[in-house]
């Protein structure tokens, strides 16, 4: 949460200029709070949850694995500061902060606790984590896009080059589309695979499905007239299916997913 709250932060520190056209009423940063007070900020958040992050790797005997949270922190930094001139590859780099969140937990969790016994059963339920990382992977790089989509007009008068400078307004909007028809398709195949629990299946259909269904009809039917309004709309939207698809991970775990996970 720390090192996420200063991603954020970095991206604004960086986005100063392109904001002033994109969001002229932004109290952040050079509003209520200074870019030397964010910068501070930024030090201080990713600071604490690097530290955080590599006494939990002492604490389990894994201080290796502190290099993840460095990792984490890395990446949202190199997409403000070089990355975002890099078009679709700054996405796919901001993208992997959203595997990596996913992937963080289940790999403090499952690989201190794997026995030649339980080897199989964490294998599996390893495997599924993976699946959710891919799910949040492929939601973060969306939102990216809509972000690109939603910040053009500044990005292009200061020369950002990023996804919508390459493909264009209408080239971004059909990745977009195309990407989440992509999603939706591979998050159908996954539950038809690998859920069999009716109350887990019903609530996949109405908390992540359906919302994600509205948000893709949304997507096709964006209206540049009104691409602001629209645009947040739909980062609210996928927010929630990124949350509600999380979220079922405790149903997984209520379920017990190794009686079921093939």
Same mark, same amino acid.
């Given at each position: 949460? @720390?090192?996420?709250?200063?991603?954020?932060?970095i991206?604004?520190?960086?986005?100063?200029?392109?904001?002033?056209?994109? =969001?002229?009423?932004?109290?952040?940063?050079?509003?209520?709070?200074?870019?030397?007070?964010?910068?501070?900020?930024?030090? #201080?958040?990713?600071?604490?949850?690097?530290?955080l992050?590599m006494?939990?790797?002492?604490?389990?005997?894994?201080t290796?694995?502190?290099?993840?949270? &460095?990792?984490?922190?890395?990446?949202?930094?190199?997409?403000? *500061?070089?990355?975002?001139?890099?078009?679709?590859?700054?996405?796919?780099? @901001?993208?992997?902060?959203?595997?990596?969140?996913?992937?963080?937990?289940?790999i403090?969790?499952?690989?201190?606790?794997? *026995?030649p016994?339980?080897?199989?059963?964490?294998?599996?339920?390893?495997?599924?984590?993976?699946?959710?990382?891919?799910?949040?992977?492929?939601?973060?790089? &969306?939102?990216?896009?809509?972000?690109?989509?939603?910040?053009?007009?500044?990005?292009?008068?200061?020369?950002?080059r990023?996804? *919508?400078?390459?493909?264009?307004v209408n080239g971004?909007?059909?990745?977009?589309?195309?990407?989440?028809?992509?999603?939706? @398709? #591979?998050?159908l =195949?996954?539950?038809?695979?690998?859920i069999?629990?009716?109350?887990?299946?019903?609530?996949? &259909?109405?908390?992540v499905?359906?919302?994600?269904i509205?948000? &893709?009809?949304?997507?096709?039917?964006?209206?540049?007239?009104?691409?602001?309004?629209?645009?947040?709309?739909?980062?609210?939207? @996928?927010?929630?299916?990124?949350i *509600?698809?999380?979220?079922?991970?405790?149903?997984?775990d209520?379920?017990?997913?190794?009686?079921?996970?093939?």
């Amino acid at each position: 949460m @720390l090192i996420g709250t200063a991603g954020y932060l970095i991206q604004d520190i960086h986005s100063v200029e392109p904001d002033k056209i994109n =969001f002229p009423d932004k109290p952040l940063v050079q509003g209520k709070i200074s870019i030397r007070q964010a910068t501070t900020l930024y030090i #201080v958040l990713t600071s604490i949850g690097i530290l955080l992050g590599m006494y939990i790797s002492y604490y389990i005997g894994y201080t290796s694995y502190g290099m993840l949270f &460095i990792a984490s922190a890395a990446i949202p930094y190199l997409y403000a *500061t070089s990355f975002k001139n890099a078009g679709a590859l700054g996405n796919f780099i @901001l993208a992997s902060l959203g595997f990596v969140a996913v992937c963080i937990p289940a790999i403090f969790d499952l690989m201190p606790a794997i *026995t030649p016994d339980n080897q199989l059963q964490q294998a599996r339920i390893f495997k599924v984590l993976l699946l959710y990382g891919g799910f949040g992977f492929a939601l973060v790089y &969306i939102e990216s896009m809509l972000a690109n989509l939603r910040t053009y007009a500044g990005d292009r008068r200061v020369g950002i080059r990023n996804m *919508t400078y390459q493909l264009g307004v209408n080239g971004t909007k059909k990745m977009i589309l195309a990407s989440s028809i992509i999603t939706f @398709l #591979v998050l159908l =195949f996954c539950i038809y695979t690998y859920i069999d629990n009716y109350k887990l299946l019903s609530y996949l &259909i109405f908390a992540v499905l359906l919302p994600f269904i509205y948000f &893709i009809i949304q997507v096709a039917y964006l209206n540049k007239e009104k691409w602001l309004h629209q645009i947040k709309i739909l980062q609210n939207i @996928l927010k929630i299916v990124y949350i *509600t698809g999380m979220l079922s991970l405790i149903f997984l775990d209520y379920f017990q997913i190794d009686s079921y996970v093939a």
